[in-house]
């Protein structure tokens, strides 16, 4: 008992002395100004306990509406919505690196395009990627999308004929994952056809955000957590673990059958990005490794179906938010139809003749954005100045893209309403501001570099679905806002949805 009392007071004494040590740091440093709650100061025991309960991008905006532009966020942390900073911190040339955050990211000693902190091994693999992630290059996939439209139309008919509410969030990451399968393998993974979580992958991709997000604020309990998770997921693994492990598995399958690929005459659409990985790697396996391989694969599977599901998502739920807007839509669509400019299919080059729909999208990203914590950048050598403060190399910045998608400055007074008509000004220099604001894909070198593919899914799907079918809210919150819950990527919780026809199938 004596032992006992000894170690709870040496366990007291080391608590205190680290509070004291973080109180005394916050004193003396040069950002002590810096406003933000008191805690914050302390630990990021504040920060994490705020991420934890899944709204901190509503806790961010708040923030800097009571602090302003610079708000401290944990002892080294601090959220900017200063415009002018997008550049400093973010732009080409720029040496901030990611912040520790990311190694939580990847398994110990290894890297992803995702969470890769090196600047020059990150623009490396990039340069080696982006062309098979080009428009260009993803128009050529429109089959692909094609085949898995007309799969959730028609799940959508059954749903009608049905008449019970369904999650919609769930069915568009359904689509998104299939469309995604379909790219990456060239074959579905069989979302839509069953309408469940195939082998789990969703949740196990849902663990892996929320231990990301999470142990990522004390990442250096990553690799003792990660050992302890993936031993008690047993040989399957856990979170993206698990994905990477599926990744491994399909690529080995393509390896295995790519000759028979080559002669076979029911294949669709282009080449799918696993089979282009495989020849990069063959023809240069020292610069093109497999490790490239890899992690092209699991990025598109742990990442693709998550932001295109989400912002599929919040189009549709702001359009049955806003029936006028909805309405506008369709009347576009039904003029376009008339004249000729839509296919059956919508071509995607079509779709992006469509000024209110690419409006709709636009403002729904800039409403909804897919990530919403902070884009965490660690100041490099020599320090930097940012919005007139100047923060020491080492320092933790970062922007959100909740809180700079409503910069009243920017946007304008009503930046909180969802309002399309806001990107069909003539004003070419508000048009400028407001999109070098929009950041729902990142910003800089580090931008997604699945965004096209995204953009192809939705302009492709929402202008088919809008003319096919009605939708009505089943059960919306008193605060007349949807559920969500944001582990980096906020996503709605129960959107739940019924669907009506329109039109009968031809």
Not at 20 to 29: K, M, N, P, T, Y
Not at 335 to 352: D, R
Not at 415 to 442: C, T, V, Y
Request: proline letters at 4%.
């Amino acid at each position: 008992m004596q032992d006992s009392g000894i170690l709870l007071r040496v366990a007291g004494a080391l608590v205190l002395g680290y509070i004291l040590q973080r109180l005394i740091r916050s004193v003396l440093s040069p950002l002590r100004s810096v406003p933000g709650p008191f805690l914050a100061r302390c630990s990021d025991l504040w920060y994490l306990w705020h991420v934890k309960n899944g709204r901190w991008e509503v806790r961010d905006i708040e923030l800097h509406r009571k602090h302003g532009v610079i708000v401290r966020y944990g002892p080294n942390r601090y959220s900017i919505s200063d415009p002018e900073a997008l550049n400093v911190i973010y732009g080409h040339g720029t040496r901030f690196a990611k912040s520790s955050w990311y190694n939580a990211w990847t398994a110990p000693d290894s890297w992803n395009v995702f969470a890769d902190r090196s600047i020059q091994r990150h623009a490396n693999t990039r340069r080696q990627l982006q062309n098979t992630y080009s428009m260009t290059s993803l128009v050529s996939y429109e089959p692909y999308v094609d085949q898995c439209a007309d799969i959730f139309s028609q799940r959508l008919s059954e749903i009608s004929e049905a008449g019970t509410p369904i999650d919609m969030g769930h069915w568009l990451q359904c689509y998104a994952f299939d469309v995604i399968g379909q790219i990456t393998y060239g074959k579905r993974i069989g979302f839509l056809d069953q309408g469940a979580d195939i082998q789990g992958i969703m949740q196990a991709i849902e663990k892996g955000l929320a231990y990301g997000t999470l142990v990522g604020i004390y990442d250096r309990f990553h690799r003792a957590t990660f050992a302890l998770v993936q031993f008690l997921a047993g040989k399957k693994g856990a979170g993206r673990e698990y994905i990477v492990r599926l990744s491994t598995a399909s690529i080995a399958e393509e390896q295995a059958k790519k000759k028979a690929r080559a002669n076979d005459p029911d294949t669709i659409g282009a080449e799918p990005f696993v089979s282009k990985f495989l020849a990069k790697h063959e023809q240069d396996p020292e610069k093109f490794t497999m490790q490239h391989v890899l992690t092209g694969c699991t990025t598109n599977m742990a990442a693709g179906s998550d932001t295109t599901g989400i912002s599929l998502s919040a189009i549709l739920y702001y359009l049955i938010k806003n029936p006028e807007c909805l309405q506008k839509l369709r009347e576009e669509i039904r003029e376009f139809q008339e004249q000729g400019l839509l296919s059956v299919s919508f071509g995607f080059k079509e779709t992006q003749q469509m000024p209110y729909l690419q409006a709709v999208i636009k403002e729904a990203l800039r409403i909804h954005p897919a990530t919403g914590l902070p884009l965490e950048r660690e100041v490099p050598e020599g320090g930097a100045t940012i919005s007139g403060r100047f923060f020491p190399a080492g320092t933790i910045v970062g922007i959100n893209s909740w809180v700079a998608h409503r910069n009243t400055e920017i946007f304008g007074a009503d930046a909180e309403k969802f309002r399309p008509e806001r990107w069909l000004i003539s004003d070419e220099n508000k048009l400028s501001a407001m999109n070098r604001q929009w950041i729902p894909f990142g910003v800089g070198s580090r931008t997604c570099m699945g965004r096209h593919i995204s953009t192809l899914e939705i302009s492709k799907l929402i202008p088919r679905i809008v003319r096919e079918f009605d939708f009505e809210l089943t059960n919306e919150s008193t605060e007349n806002l949807w559920a969500t819950k944001n582990y980096w990527f906020v996503k709605p919780q129960g959107f739940n949805v019924k669907v009506t026809c329109r039109e009968p199938k031809t």
